[in-house]
């Protein structure tokens, strides 16, 4: 993700090419993520069994999620955030709409919240990370562009995080050390990723 020539650490984004990257690739994380986590589960705290598709999930929302499942957001965290859309589509045994749709999200103004609080990645259910449709007319993906371009946010996508819900509301901790290491491609600007919540 770029914008005025430029990706995250201020380099020229011509530095990745069809040929790979040339600056901010994948295999410099080669040795993994770990964390300590924290999931921030959208439909247990709305009672509902998953959030409608394009609803933006604001910074005052995680805030009370979190002071609801009782785990403080802190300095470093891989924040997980739970939709329900993968649920949805699993209970309905229908992938129409998963890829590219509307989807519910956090929405563009959780870029101070994930800055101002030093989080090191934040994950979702969802194919995209933010709400669906934008909430930008002349930005797509406004989240990204603030968060990978400027701080060097770590996104992940497409997490299946019911397992770790029913485990979380069943312990009452809602906090867990987070694992994640992603394939070496050099040059490669995103990897598929087997992520462990260890409790």
């Not at 449709?133 to 968060?147: G, S, V």
């Not at 819900?165 to 069943?170: D, L, R």
């Not at 906090?175 to 491609?185: D, E, G, H, Q």
Request: aromatic share 8%; charged share 20%; proline share 7%.
């Amino acid at each position: 993700m770029f914008y005025d020539e430029k990706m995250y650490n201020d380099r020229d984004v011509r530095l990745v090419t069809s040929r790979g990257a040339r600056a901010n690739s994948i295999d410099r994380i080669a040795d993994g993520v770990v964390a300590r986590g924290v999931l921030l589960d959208l439909p247990r705290f709305r009672r509902v069994p998953w959030l409608p598709d394009g609803t933006p999930i604001f910074p005052d929302e995680l805030d009370a999620c979190a002071e609801l499942q009782g785990v403080t957001v802190e300095r470093g965290d891989a924040v997980l955030v739970r939709t329900g859309m993968l649920t949805r589509c699993l209970e309905q045994k229908s992938w129409q709409g998963y890829c590219g749709g509307p989807a519910p999200g956090l929405s563009v103004h959780c870029a101070r919240w994930l800055y101002e609080r030093e989080i090191a990645a934040v994950a979702t259910d969802t194919w995209g990370v933010e709400v669906i449709p934008n909430e930008t007319e002349d930005c797509f993906q406004p989240l990204h562009m603030i968060a990978l371009r400027n701080t060097g946010l770590l996104f992940g996508e497409m997490f299946h995080l019911d397992a770790l819900s029913n485990a979380c509301a069943e312990d009452g901790n809602y906090a867990f050390c987070f694992v994640a290491p992603p394939l070496p491609i050099t040059g490669a600007v995103g990897s598929p990723i087997n992520p462990l919540a260890i409790k």
